[in-house]
């Protein structure tokens, strides 16, 4: 499936604005914690898809939607709460680096799930952005200490569960691609969201911790930006999805999103730019380079 300009252009809107967001979040994580804050964007994402949902006159989805949408929100719900889980157990150096494998599985799985297969040289542009994104957010000490990080790896579960992160995540959104076949873009957008936020309030009524979803009156400009933001992001990417090969799509996500990651954290949090990470979003870039050929 080659890129088309509209699929470049839809790609790229998608993937800045995950990369936005994702600055946006981080914010808001200083009032919210994890769980709340991903009901409370679920609520309010599932708000505006409801509007964009009636606008558009979408009709409802044909049969064989709800096993591929079922997946989806499993997925995307069990790939949030690995995520959440390994930063607990686990020290941020050690598991972060360990997403940057999601367009890998993608490749894997996408084949077998979508007939979707990578050229040769796409492929290779996937293993550059991968290998960047993966020096990217390697800790300083584990690159003068390669042995500590391998003893890490084999002693912190957290780097096993976020690598389960990135695996459930890359099936999730196979799984969008799936189910953007029975139904349209916005009906499947209201679902997704709706359906991750209900599980989660489920989650938070378990833990006798609904009142936690209060804190939000602390940030109310910032999440409205957050909900604009966000549901702009899933709304391209469902977008793109179809008319892309999605491990692609996710390489030139995870290329962008990291690099807006760097400027973002110079811009807005004081982070220094370093030569690391330069050389990282230069491999990172040369892969797209290679995956649009």
């Given amino acids: 499936m080659p890129f088309t300009p509209g699929a470049v252009l839809l790609t790229l809107s998608a993937s800045l604005s995950y990369g936005s967001f994702d600055a946006v979040r981080k914010k808001l994580a200083n009032t919210l914690q ?3 804050l991903t009901a409370l964007l679920g609520l309010g994402q599932a708000l505006f898809f409801a509007v964009w949902t009636l606008s558009s006159g979408a009709t409802l989805p044909l049969p064989g939607y709800l096993p591929q949408a079922a997946a989806s ?3 995307s719900l069990v790939g949030n709460l ?13 598991t972060i680096p360990f997403l940057s494998f999601s367009p890998v599985f993608t490749a894997l799985f996408s084949g077998a799930l979508l007939g979707e297969f990578p050229r040769s040289i796409q492929a290779l542009g996937i293993a550059w952005v991968v290998l960047g994104a993966f020096l990217l957010n390697l800790a300083k000490e584990d690159l003068a200490s390669p042995t500590h990080f391998l003893r890490g790896v084999t002693r912190e579960r957290g780097c096993l569960l976020m690598l389960g992160a990135a695996l459930v995540w890359a099936l999730g959104s196979i799984f969008d691609k799936r189910a953007l076949v029975y139904a349209s873009v916005p009906l499947h957008a209201l679902v997704q969201s709706l359906g991750i936020a209900l599980a989660i309030l489920f989650l938070l009524l378990l833990r006798r911790d609904v009142g936690s979803l209060g804190n939000v009156r602390h940030c109310r400009g910032l999440y409205a930006v957050a909900i604009v933001v966000a549901s702009l992001a899933q709304g391209l990417q469902l977008l793109a999805l179809p008319l892309v090969v999605v491990s692609l799509y996710e390489a030139i996500k ?3 999103g990291m690099t807006l990651a760097v400027i973002n954290g110079a811009l807005f949090f004081g982070e220094p730019v370093t030569p690391r990470k330069l050389l990282s979003i230069a491999l990172m870039g040369t892969g797209v380079v290679f995956i649009l050929a």
Avoid: G
Wanted: charged share 10%; with cysteine; hydrophobic share 55%.
């Fill in 34 to 36: 994890p769980l709340p």
């Fill in 73 to 75: 929100i499993t997925f």
């Fill in 82 to 94: 690995l995520f959440m889980r390994a930063l607990q157990v686990s020290p941020l150096s050690l």
């Fill in 254 to 256: 995870r290329c962008i």
